[in-house]
């Protein structure tokens, strides 16, 4: 877990500030421990099963990070895909293909090609993909996306129900897609959709499952080989100050009652699928960076840091919130002050103390060049997102498990850069 012991930031039973100078900053670490306790408390509070826990492999594509999330699933484990790299690597990582689903937009029919030659399901996004797939597959078992015409999160970007999103294919197409299903003998087994990211409101998650369901139930017609249904991902995690997790065991409770009380009338006992991402891997991750320059304007006192958007975008992109911390000073009590923490990509953008509309300061204990600090709750949407922007080498991933340390991801040098090896 990461966890404060002594004024000091603990990754595991690792100090924070020795990963730094052991393995230098900027530094994406992780807890072992932490990603393994939300898989089981997914696993343990959603009684229902057949249950299938599809990890959104974007939120963390890491390697080790997927092995570790298929060990402490077993049975119930698997991976949402949303390309054919993420195929791969959710095979890499040892998932059996009947345990990748391959969901995705804008869809190119060598993608689909890709996904069908790994004998990975393919969740359709729109009648176009679904035709095209039938052509390409025809006789075999599919998935398609539906909108539900809800949608949440915490950006506009990151909604992904409703009348304004990209996604899915309306409620009232679902009669079109039989059609496309029947033309080419194809199997619809599953029924999806996912209405955001960052939902911490769990009475959303069971308005859109139950707007699903009835989608489902007026369509049950045509779904005689429904084997499962999938509600997608979406569920929050707090990263303010204030902000409440999710009552686990109420929610899981609450979804088993809901779908079990839907088979039961269905009148087949379907799988429950769900694609948690940012749920499973965001608290376990910090992205540790070195303070080289403080510098004082009329309006602010920045704070700048040897990593900046490139590696993490979520406050740039969405105005987004993360703790920061000063490693080895992270306890309450001792004299703040305000400040502006900034990074090294040359746009103003490039503040992680922000929210849509720009730069808000945050209250840290005195800061110094030299000083390590720690950005939380960086595990998801960190390292995946991050790019070369600026032609900066990308930061290396190391994972802690109690008091072992290994590397994960070396750090990138300038010729991985420049020449892309
Ligand atoms: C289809 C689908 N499933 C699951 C997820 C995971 O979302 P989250 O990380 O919020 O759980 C996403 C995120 O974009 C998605 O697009």
């Known amino acids: 877990m990461i966890s404060v012991k002594n004024n000091r930031l603990f990754i595991g039973e690792v100090a924070a500030s020795g990963l730094a100078r052991r393995f230098g900053t900027p530094l994406y670490a992780y807890d072992e421990e932490a990603i393994r306790s939300k898989v089981s408390a997914l696993v ?5 099963r057949p249950l299938r826990i599809f990890y959104a492999a974007k939120a963390n594509t890491n390697l080790s990070v997927l092995k570790i999330i298929r060990d402490e699933g077993g049975q119930s484990i698997g991976i949402d895909a ?10 890499k990582a040892g998932f059996k293909p009947e345990q990748v689903i391959f969901t995705s937009t804008s869809v190119t029919d060598d993608e689909m090609k890709f996904a069908i030659s790994r004998k990975v399901l393919v969740n359709c996004d729109s009648l176009s993909q679904l035709e095209r797939y039938g052509r390409l597959s025809p006789g075999s078992k ?44 194809l199997k619809i087994v599953g029924i999806h959709q996912h209405i955001g990211s960052g939902i911490l409101e769990t009475g959303k998650f069971l ?4 707007v699903l369901l009835s989608i489902i139930e007026k369509n049950k017609s045509g779904l005689g080989d429904l084997e499962f249904v999938d509600f997608g991902g979406g569920i929050g ?22 779908f079990e009380t839907f088979c039961s009338s269905f009148g087949k006992k379907l799988s429950l699928t769900i694609e948690p991402g940012r749920f499973i891997v965001a608290e376990s991750g910090a992205l540790l960076c ?23 975008i979520r406050p740039m992109a969405y105005g987004s919130y993360h703790p920061i911390v000063v490693v080895d000073n992270c306890g309450n009590g001792g004299k703040k002050e305000k400040v502006a923490v900034c990074g090294n990509v040359c746009e103003s953008g490039d503040v992680f103390t922000r929210d849509e509309h720009g730069i808000v300061d945050r209250s840290l204990p005195i800061i110094k060049e030299g000083d390590v600090l720690a950005i939380l709750v960086a595990g998801a949407y960190g390292f995946s997102m991050s790019s070369n922007y600026n032609t900066r080498p990308r930061p290396a991933e190391v994972l802690v498990s109690g008091s072992d340390v290994r590397v994960i991801r070396k750090r990138e040098d300038l010729a991985h850069v420049i020449y892309g090896m």
Do not use: W
């Not at 949303?82 to 095979?91: K, T």
């Not at 995690?237 to 409770?253: C, D, E, H, L, S």
């Open 237 to 258: 995690v707090p990263y303010r100050p204030g902000q409440k997790p999710i009552n686990f065991a109420k929610f899981g409770a609450a979804v088993s009652k809901l």
């Open 142 to 185: 599919v998935c398609f996306r539906v909108n539900p015409d809800v949608g949440a999160g915490h950006h506009g970007h990151v909604i992904t129900g409703g009348p304004e999103s990209k996604f899915g294919i309306l409620a009232g197409d679902v009669g079109k897609a039989f059609a496309i299903a029947s033309k080419y003998g």
């Open 82 to 91: 949303v390309s054919p790299g993420e195929i791969e690597i959710a095979l």
């Open 44 to 48: 343990q509070n959603i009684a229902y």
């Open 207 to 210: 308005t859109a499952m139950k």
């Open 290 to 312: 070195t303070v080289n320059t403080i510098k004082q304007t009329p309006k602010h006192k920045f704070v700048g840091v040897d990593t900046g958007f490139h590696h993490l």
